[in-house]
């Protein structure tokens, strides 16, 4: 079996490494190569439309796969589509951070006792959802707010480990790029395992997954004057706040979204397959033009990127 990654941002190789290994488990020859069998890839770029084989789709970012061009799915969205999409969160492939916050609750009285700070904030893309800039001018009027991250920074510049920049706290200001239902990234798991209590927004259906006795879920208030009133409330109660630590972060029954199990099967489903019976994308008449018109406009999209992204910058953001 021959297998290729690309189009992946950087600092993904996690989702490489896993999907190697799971890959090794079952299959005794798995190899790296140009002519691949089985492409992965995802959407920072368009060197998949080259690859005229089986193509899955794993996205880390709010956006659906297009079954147009990807054989497979994997997202965050919940829906069904016969046998070509699977959901598995992004936080899921973050391992390290998952055998942490399953311990959170866990926590002993000598290292609560440690987190002599209010709250946190780490984020590098000053563009995205203007909610989280929302909330930390909201809190920093009450307490505070330490920015580790290169945008707001406040603590003399980047911290090289968010985890132990993060474990000192007890709050950590946890919201995502943008908000769907089922987008849940690494943000919540993280600052679940550095042992805080996450303020998180994103995923308007995270209480369905994620235990909200553990965690302050701002889909669930009204408004956000009323979020920092709870969060004040919190702090000033130190047995309400060791109330929050000590509660398990994932509710009874999502067994499937505490592990790579699904993952693994869908995955496996996929390549135990001829490659030429695990094709599922419509590959002749209409699916191969429409195919062959997006490489083509990448083609051209390429040559005029600079500019074609400094005008869509410039409207989004505006």
């Known amino acids: 079996m021959k297998v290729k990654f690309v189009d992946f941002w950087d600092g993904t190789n996690f989702i490489k490494d896993v999907t190697l290994r799971i890959l090794r488990a ?4 798995v190899e790296e190569g140009d002519d691949p069998d089985f492409v992965f890839y995802s959407v ?10 089986v193509r899955i789709f794993i996205t880390g970012e709010n956006l659906q ?3 147009n061009i990807c054989d497979y ?3 965050f969205s919940y829906m069904i589509y016969e046998d070509r999409y699977q959901r598995v969160p992004l936080y899921l492939f973050y391992e390290e951070d998952m055998e942490k916050a399953l311990q959170k609750h866990l926590l002993s ?3 609560l006792q440690q987190k002599t700070k209010f709250c946190n904030f780490v984020y590098s893309n000053g563009k995205a959802a ?3 800039d929302r ?5 920093s009027s009450y307490k505070q707010v330490d920015s580790g991250g290169k945008y707001r920074n406040n603590v003399g510049g980047p911290v090289e480990d968010k985890y132990e920049f993060q474990k000192e706290y007890r709050f950590s200001i946890a919201f995502e790029n943008s908000s769907t239902n089922g987008y849940t990234t690494e943000k919540l798991l993280q600052a679940f395992a550095a042992g805080t209590i996450p303020i998180y927004w994103g995923d308007p259906r995270v209480g369905e997954i994620f235990n909200e006795k553990a965690f302050i879920n701002c889909h669930a208030y009204s408004s956000f004057d009323e979020i920092a009133e709870r969060i004040c409330e919190i702090d000033h109660d130190p047995e309400l706040f060791r109330q929050y630590i000590k509660e398990p972060i994932f509710r009874s029954g999502t067994e499937e979204y505490q592990n790579l199990n699904a993952y693994e099967k869908f995955l496996i489903h996929i390549v135990s397959q001829a490659p030429e019976e695990a094709m599922r994308r419509n590959n002749g008449g209409t699916g191969r033009k429409y195919q062959y018109e997006q490489l083509e406009m990448r083609k051209n999209y390429r ?3 600079k500019s074609v992204i400094a005008r869509i910058k410039k409207k989004i953001w505006k």
């Open 26 to 29: 079952h299959f005794e020859e």
């Open 44 to 53: 920072f770029g368009y060197e998949h439309l080259k690859y005229d084989c």
């Open 65 to 67: 796969p297009d079954f």
């Open 73 to 75: 799915g994997i997202g």
């Open 109 to 111: 009285e000598e290292q």
């Open 130 to 132: 203007k909610e989280r």
């Open 135 to 139: 909330m930390f001018e909201l809190l």
């Open 303 to 305: 040559k005029k990127k």
